[in-house]
């Protein structure tokens, strides 16, 4: 399958050819204020990135394609049944890093660059794709793009999902120019996916113990996320009385303090990283709290068990207020076991590099539920993610770039 020996000039440059392709794409979104990203489904920013990803795409002359539910393909050959499939996304949490998400899809467009310049012609089709919304950092949920391509995410529920201002998905995709109206499980895009690998920055520092630049995941722990409503009533922060008040901030407090507590008795970790009060007066007694919870452990029954006491724990707490809490359930992902064949070649291809767990979602993680898929982690310094603070050396990129090739040179003649 291989036509010819690389030039050495196409080797060398991808040193270079990474450091150009990064740093135009770290203009992209960055909150200069906190050195943040804050790419944002359908918003303008992420209209710049889904931009450069198909112009990406022109440059190499890969057809592009937008799938019913705003997930972006690249193809290297033309659209088939199982096609080697790579990528990942390129929005972001609220500040995020400049690394989760885009390290994947950079590292897809450069290992095809590679391939191409040793002369590799694959056995199959591959793609470079960018999941639409994959932080659900706008819209609430995650991963949409890859849950409404499997038929995991009901289509009428992702059209009517609100953000910060009350905009709806769908406006906000029609306002991008897309037509939401044909969102939904699509059996046509999911069948060009015969296998799927995702690299990805790691969230946490293991490779870093363990000296490897680049390590394979084994496993994505169950992940869900929780609104608790805590509703009571509004009053005068001076004039109501301490008895007379019906404070939901007072409940939330406390359930917040649980999460904490109850979770490291699991060995579980619970996060209420959101909040909106209000009416958000420094003067003013709220009149509601909405928090949102984010749980996860290695196994489900843990996770269930854990939001149950945490859920129990609320409701005791907004009684003793006289005030009252709703809990919805608004996201789920059961845990992941990545494919033991896929994991299997990747060692003998990569020559044993080292496994691990995470406990960060990915449309990989979705996608493991009908099709095989696998997952690259490249070394993180910080050990840090979701936060500016989020790093990979660029060395360690390009090492990334080098296995993911690797990878799907040889899973391209299976
Ligand atoms: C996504 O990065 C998540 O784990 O929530
Ligand atoms: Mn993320
Ligand atoms: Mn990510």
Redesign the pocket.
Known sequence: MRQAAAPSSVEGALDGQFQRTWEFLAGIGRNGRTGGYRRFAWTAVDLELRAWFAEQASQRGMDYHCDRNGNQWAWWGAPATGALVTGSHLDSVPDGGVY?GPLGVVSGFLAVDLLRARGVEPGRPIAVTNFCD??GARFGV?CIGSQLLTGVLDPDRARGLRDVDGHTLAESMQRAGADPSTMGRDDEALSWIGDFVELHVEQGQRLVHLGAAVGVATAIWP?GRWRFRFEGEANHAGATRLVDRRDPMLPFASTVLAARALAEQAGAVATVGKVHVVPNGTNAIPSRVDAWLDSRAPDETTVADLVAAITTTAQRAASSADTTVEVTRESYSPVVDFDARLRNRIHEVLGGVPELPTG??HDAGILSARVPTAMLFVRNPTGVS?SPAEYASAVDCVAGVRALAAVLEDLSCR
Do not use: F, V
């Open positions: 989760d994959e932080e995650a992940h960060a979602g979701h």
